[in-house]
């Protein structure tokens, strides 16, 4: 995430974010990726916000890597779950096959779309063979900004496939849905899921 108004949207609502998303048990979705990462398996939780969803992480076995590019999520997910947290960006994944599995939830939606190939790009890389990726992304076409100052790139499922498909992950799970957010509003999105070969 590059944009300075998203970010700073982030920064000054992270708690009333964290109520948002704090659950006492991981969602559907969280869970399925989870019952697919080996116990003891080291995952990248990109654009962690407060942190819940590597708490439940943690709790499962694994070991979660969270990073978000607010300081005011990071410092939430450090006090309230004791997370190893650290503040880094996209660009700041270099990493080389550490990975059993990337939770990228609803966070490259932030991304330009001309960066999200090189994005799938350093995620594939990233990931050890036998790997996870799960995406959540918001559905349409185009750019624009949400009432509350963020920005989003919108991507249909079938662009979301040709990144996956592009970066080298065979697409193994789609579900789409609908649900309002922090800014109130219902908005369609997808969820994805791939496997590094």
Same mark, same amino acid.
């Given at each position: 995430m590059t944009d300075a108004r998203t970010i700073a949207t982030y920064d000054e609502r992270a708690a009333e974010y964290a109520? #948002? $998303? @704090?659950? /006492? &048990?991981p969602d559907e979705s969280l869970q399925g990726f989870i019952d697919l990462i080996p116990k003891g398996g080291k995952v990248l939780d990109l654009g962690c916000g407060p942190g819940a969803a590597s708490f439940h992480m943690q709790n499962a076995g694994l070991i979660p890597d969270p990073i978000d590019a607010s300081e005011g %999520? #990071?410092? #939430? &997910? +450090?006090?309230k779950y004791a997370l190893n947290a650290r503040v880094g960006r996209f660009d700041d994944v270099t990493e080389q096959e550490i990975y059993d599995? $990337?939770?990228a939830?609803?966070?490259l939606l932030h991304a330009p779309r001309d960066h999200l190939a090189r994005y799938f790009a350093a995620l594939f890389a990233a990931t050890k063979p036998g790997g996870i990726l799960h995406v959540g992304m918001k559905t349409g %076409?185009? @750019?624009?900004r949400d009432t509350i100052n963020r920005l989003y790139t919108y991507v249909t499922v079938d662009e979301l496939s040709v990144l996956f498909t592009g970066a080298g992950y065979t697409v193994t799970y $789609? +579900?789409?849905g609908k649900e309002a957010g922090l800014a109130g509003? #219902? /908005?369609p999105f997808v969820i994805m899921r791939g496997k590094k070969p």
């Open positions: 109520q #948002i $998303v @704090t659950q /006492d &048990a %999520m #990071i410092t #939430i &997910a +450090r006090e599995g $990337v939770w939830n609803f966070c %076409m185009g @750019t624009g $789609v +579900r789409e509003t #219902i /908005d």
